[in-house]
């Protein structure tokens, strides 16, 4: 049975949207297939930087011809009702009458011949074009189609021959400005677009697998994503070094190559003396580098590039302008690090109130403050908690948003603090609170476990909770841009994995005060901030998003919705351990 090929080529696809795009290719495609009636034996989709793949494989040459019976008007019916029955009638439709218990009716006997397969494709095809979902895509031909990037070929192939139904998309602009013709499917494509970039015609799934390879291009990610891996850990096995491990940098390095030539850099030793996250950072978020460890696991000198070609040198050429670009980012890294350390962490404090958290919520001065007061309230709660470290590191937590390095490497924010309070020779259990606060980031990071820790991560994710629903910014179905869901869980895996005792209700309640003072403090400031929202009632909301997320987590967990509704419905409780017993006592009662 025949095969469809389909190839779309266009510039390069961002590594982030990829995935997704051969999913919806291969959804859209079979799901319009399968809605016209015609069935396969499987389907399989690839992405490359530059090029969609979709293969059909065991396709129909034509529809199957169907019978289906249509019944009309009644045939005492008026006559205009009966002639409009006619009219919608296919040529060769046979009708009769026929006694039902509602009465004699018209029925049609309607025989449809299937359509040739390949028409199907291209109204399947043409509909994809127009509804792709991106995430976010360009206009770039005259007739407003939009694509992630512009579309430079269409190959697209069905039984091993060449597509022959026109699917018009649009005069559109080269790149050097000139005017190309309307692009049609064609039976050829190129390979890579240095080593390889001459067309070439195929005739089938194997044929055109076979031949990229042969020009430079490894189609299928997961190849590309072994053979990045296996040989970026050879390389340093060669060195007598390890790969460190980074599988969202290994995925989206595969998608910036299509043919991965791996090769090995230096660090020079004058920035070895950075702190890890500094080095580590700088290489991964602007340089897309792996970095290479020690047999003891502290940072070595080295780091992995993948390139996108093979040069006649080796790749010396290569590696030596990233080393060049490297050095370069390091230099600013070193320089902020140098600078920052001239100046203590706590002399930065006063430097946040110039730093505004939210237009309606006051600076990040008044969140610390509101934070600190937070923070020694939970004290209380915490075993080993001590309530002067707690103040401290609530004091110190947000001081490095102020610091270049920061300012350079938003992602080092908190572990930056960590590194300078520990120059200022503060508690280690503060400058481990400085690091932790934000934790945990999502469902798979740790949560803090000491308690100075707990304390402050507790206080700053309640504050954000409470001030964001004072205001009404409440997140609304897939949208939530101050990351709310995130905070809650946060909470509740903080409190339940840490076995706190408290009333979160009451905790929350003694926030309402500090939170009216601070936005009342501020409201002669050029930020107008309204003071109405922040109230007893934010409790009552926030407690009920919270009672939502716990939900959700214990649902993703695997316990019984309906017990978990059984114990909420009694109301009114507020420690969340208590409350995860009772669901455990409830499930262990009914087994």
Known sequence: MPELLLEILSEEIPARMQARAADDLKRLVTDGLKAAGLDFRKAEAYVTPRRLCLVVDGLPEKQP??????????????????AGFRKSLPEGAVIEQRETPKGTFFFALVDIKGAWTSQVIAIVFYKLLITFPWPKSMRWSSGGMRWVRPITQIMMTFGGQRFDVPILLGVHVGPNGNTISPLLPEDSTVGHRFLAPDAFEVKDFADYKAKLLNAKVMLD?????????????????????????????????????????????????????????????????????????????TLANKFIVVANTETKDGGKQVVAGNERVLRARLSDAKFFWDQDRAQTLESRVDALKDRVFHAKLGNLLEKVDRVEVLAAEIAAHVPGADKDKVKRAARLAK?????????????????????????????AAVCD????????????DTCPTHPVSVCVALADKIDTLVGFFGIEQFPTGSKDPYALRRAALGVIRIILENQ???????????LIPAFMLSVESTVESSVERP???ISAETAEWVMIFLADRLKVHLREQGVRHDLIDAVFALGGEDDLVRLIKRVEALQSFLA
């Open 65 to 82: 011809d169907v019978s289906e019976e249509r019944r009309g008007p009644k045939v005492d019916a008026p006559e205009q009702a009966v």
């Open 221 to 297: 990610p997961a190849e590309r994503r072994a053979k990045i891996e296996a040989d970026a850990k050879a390389l340093a096995a060669k060195e007598g070094l390890s790969l460190k491990d980074d599988p969202g940098l290994l995925d989206e390095v595969t998608g910036l190559v299509e043919w991965p030539v791996v090769l090995m850099g230096t660090i020079e030793q004058q920035f070895m003396t950075l702190p890890a996250e500094v080095l580590t950072t700088s290489m991964r978020a602007h340089q897309k580098y792996f970095a290479c460890l020690n047999a003891d696991g």
């Open 399 to 427: 001081a490095d948003l102020s610091t270049g390095m920061v300012g350079e490497f938003p992602e080092l924010q908190g572990l930056m603090g960590r590194y300078y309070a520990i120059a200022d020779g503060e508690d």
């Open 433 to 444: 609170a400085i690091a932790e606060h934000y934790s945990p980031l999502g469902p798979n």
């Open 500 to 510: 706190l005792r408290f009333a979160l209700k009451d905790v929350i309640n003694k």
């Open 531 to 533: 003071i109405r929202g």
